[in-house]
């Protein structure tokens, strides 16, 4: 398998402008997670989905961030409009449900920079 | 909601020492410590976890240890080596599904 994809690796927009960043979990993996890290706040929790149902999306800082998953294999996160304090890292991260633990297997991230 | 508490932020130790990282948590219900490694422009990965019923855990030269009563539990690295240097990341798991991260330590091993 070739683990947990994230496209684009790398996105520099202006203010004001929509991005979208998509993400590839394992195949077989049922739930799904966005994270976001910075220097200041480490890795935050933004949303999660089971079997393509979000389940808890309270980690989503406002309603500039919007996250959907049309089906097991596909999951977007969005921001309209971008501002510069959303420059981050924003990883997506798959797990198997039902193994007794959350083992989560990482993307290797987005890095957005707004300018 | 569950908060995890890590130090340090940054830490050096000399290639062969040992390396300390520590974690506390606020949610008695947390029941899966996990740790993570995350390798420079990589995303984390797991390296090592322990679970509540279990005081301490060891894998070669990696060893976490949990204190259930006073809700800390801890890495040790001993004999460091130069591929150990990354972010470790700390976190607990109040329930299924949701795993909480500590801001991490930045691990530098001195030559």
């Known amino acids: 398998d070739a683990g947990v994809i994230q496209s684009p690796r790398h996105e520099v927009t202006e203010m004001g402008q929509e991005v979208t960043l998509r993400c590839k979990p394992i195949?077989?993996?049922?739930?799904l997670f966005w994270y976001r890290q910075t220097m200041m706040r480490g890795l935050e929790l933004l949303i999660y989905?089971?079997?393509?149902?979000?389940?808890?999306d309270s980690g989503m800082p406002e309603d500039r961030f919007s996250a959907k998953m049309p089906n097991a294999s596909f999951s977007t996160l969005k921001i309209q409009p971008s501002e510069p304090r959303d420059s981050a890292v924003y990883f997506c991260a798959s797990s198997a449900r039902g193994n007794g633990a959350n083992v989560l297997t990482f993307g290797a991230g987005s890095r957005l920079t707004v300018l | 909601g569950e908060n995890v508490e890590q130090h340090p932020s940054t830490l050096s130790v000399q290639e062969g020492d040992s390396a300390v990282i520590k974690c506390t948590y606020s949610d008695s219900a947390s029941n899966y410590f996990p740790w993570y490694k995350q390798e420079l422009g990589k995303g984390p990965q797991l390296i090592i976890d322990?679970?509540?019923?279990?005081g301490e855990k060891k894998d070669q030269r990696i060893a976490v240890t949990l204190n259930k009563t006073a809700k800390h539990f801890s890495l040790h690295i001993t004999e460091t080596q130069p591929e150990d240097s990354a972010v470790y990341f700390c976190?607990?798991?109040?329930?299924?599904?949701?795993?909480?991260f500590g801001k991490g330590t930045r691990l530098h091993i001195l030559p």
């Open positions: 322990i679970r509540s019923n279990v």
């Open positions: 976190a607990a798991s109040p329930r299924a599904d949701k795993i909480i």
């Open positions: 989905f089971n079997n393509n149902v979000p389940i808890d």
């Open positions: 195949s077989g993996h049922n739930s």
